[in-house]
């Protein structure tokens, strides 16, 4: 099954699984119910493109062909085999919210200094890489929207205030969903207070801490890989929150590891490869089918 997206719509597979994981704890039981079918088979996972589509290509040795956190790596990442696109939301000087990971300039772009001392003027004449301009958050949000590609914005600095993070999400096309990903607890809670409505999903640095992130109820919690095990799953699986895993450009037999936990997403710099190990998984599943659910529609994902 491909996910080569051509009118950048779900296959229905991956429609049920996104609705499902939309959901969030309301349909904990469903969710747990499909990470656990009766032939022992785990849940077929989310493909997340980490900064979008911009270190794998179509060959799992092939260079980087889009720059991260660009309009290019959002097309690349509808274009190849991942669900979602995680991207990283900065602030300039003069307060307009972009894409960019880094709080300093040099490593992604032609520039020099700091972020959030920089001017959207400024910033909007610096090559991001291939001739790519910095994108503000509104213009990659309208992008995501025409493609229905789903997105997660990893928050990464307290400099992003809730409130302009809200107001730029109210104003948005509603095509895709989007999920907001919050580096502490006091960011959950005050996100949730803005809009009961959003899909957050907690960003704990430290697994120390993973109690706290879980006590101020997230829809979901981003771990390491090299925190995922078993008995993490559970853990979070009993807390009823989704399961996020970050695996970066990690190589197949880490991808397959995880994968096998039956987690919800997993955030990788290697789509492709993820991509057919899933495939490979779910072919496996097929001679074992699990008990059918009555499919979630894509349109029915609450924002």
């Known amino acids: 099954m491909t996910l080569v997206r051509g009118a950048a719509t779900l296959c229905p597979t991956r429609r049920l699984h996104l609705g499902a994981l939309a959901a969030g704890a309301a349909l904990a039981a469903l969710g747990a119910a499909q990470s ?11 493909i997340v493109a980490h900064r979008a589509c911009s270190v794998e290509t179509s ?6 062909r889009c720059a991260e956190n660009t309009l290019a790596a959002i097309r690349e990442t509808a274009r190849l085999s991942a669900d979602m696109a995680e991207l990283d939301v900065r ?3 003069d307060g307009a919210l972009v894409l960019l990971h ?3 300039l040099a490593r992604t772009t032609n520039g020099r200094g700091k972020v959030h ?3 959207l003027e400024h910033l909007r004449t610096l090559d991001a890489g291939g001739g790519e301009r910095i994108p503000t958050l509104e213009e990659a949000l309208a992008l995501s929207a025409r493609l229905e590609l789903p997105v997660l914005l990893d928050l990464k600095t307290r400099r992003v205030t809730s409130d302009a993070l809200v107001r730029s999400l109210s104003a948005r096309d509603p095509r895709a969903p ?3 990903g919050a580096h502490s607890p006091e960011r959950v809670r005050e996100l949730r ?4 409505g959003l899909r957050i999903v907690a960003l704990p640095m430290s697994r120390a801490r993973l109690g706290a992130y879980l006590d101020a109820r997230p829809d979901g919690v981003r771990v390491w890989a090299r925190w995922a095990n078993k008995k993490l799953v559970a853990r979070l699986r009993a807390a009823r929150v989704d399961i996020w895993v970050t695996l970066g450009s990690r190589g197949r037999a880490h991808h397959a590891r995880i994968l096998a936990l039956g987690v919800d997403a997993m955030i990788t710099d290697r789509p492709v490869l993820l991509d057919s190990l899933r495939e490979a998984s779910e072919r496996s599943a097929s001679q074992h089918p699990a008990p059918r659910f009555p499919p979630v529609q894509y349109a029915s994902l609450r924002d």
């Open 178 to 180: 989007v999920y907001v």
């Open 117 to 119: 001392e920089t001017t």
């Open 193 to 196: 207070a803005l809009e009961p």
């Open 59 to 64: 060959a799992y040795e092939a260079p980087a």
């Open 102 to 104: 880094d709080k300093r």
């Open 91 to 93: 602030v300039s000087a």
């Open 36 to 46: 656990t079918p009766a032939n022992g088979e785990s849940k077929v996972p989310l």
